[in-house]
């Protein structure tokens, strides 16, 4: 794992646990929103879904803007990865840790996303066919989820 890697892992870690019943979590749209410019000119509220400022403040956190595009809309955070040549949209990639995965929870597993996105997390390991991940707003926290490859 690279040291850029390493460092967006270990920011999503250090903020597992933040939530919104404390307002613990505002710490993660302060980040974002004190990052010039803002993606599409838009300032967070803390009402707003945040798993993509999730993924976006980790990387503002780190000083890793200019690999890793900041945007508060999933959709439109796999536009950007796009135009940088860094997507893969592959049911079977393997990612690695520091990879941001984007979510179609609409997806049936059969063929490639064709939905569009509704979440995205931050992959922190990937062992024996399961990805552990780090998410943003997954149930109003940050908290880690694992899955299969596939």
Not at 77 to 99: M, R, S
Not at 137 to 142: I, Q, T, W
Request: aromatic fraction near 10%; charged fraction near 25%.
């Amino acid at each position: 794992m690279s040291c850029t890697r390493k460092k967006i892992v270990d920011q999503a870690r250090s903020w597992l646990g933040l939530k919104e019943s404390d307002g613990s979590f505002k710490v993660i749209i302060d980040t974002y929103n004190s990052h010039k410019p803002l993606a599409r000119g838009y300032k967070m509220k803390y009402t707003d879904e945040w798993c993509s400022c999730f993924a976006s403040a980790c990387a503002i956190a780190c000083g890793a803007t200019d690999i890793i595009p900041t945007e508060v809309g999933c959709g439109k955070h796999i536009k950007l990865f796009q135009k940088a040549n860094t997507w893969i949209e592959a049911d079977d990639h393997v990612p690695c840790p520091g990879d941001y995965i984007f979510y179609d929870w609409k997806d049936d597993g059969k063929g490639e996303n064709t939905d569009g996105a509704s979440h995205v997390g931050i992959v922190e390991k990937v062992e024996n066919g399961q990805i552990t991940v780090i998410e943003g707003n997954y149930s109003a926290k940050v908290k880690r989820r694992t899955l299969q490859v596939n």
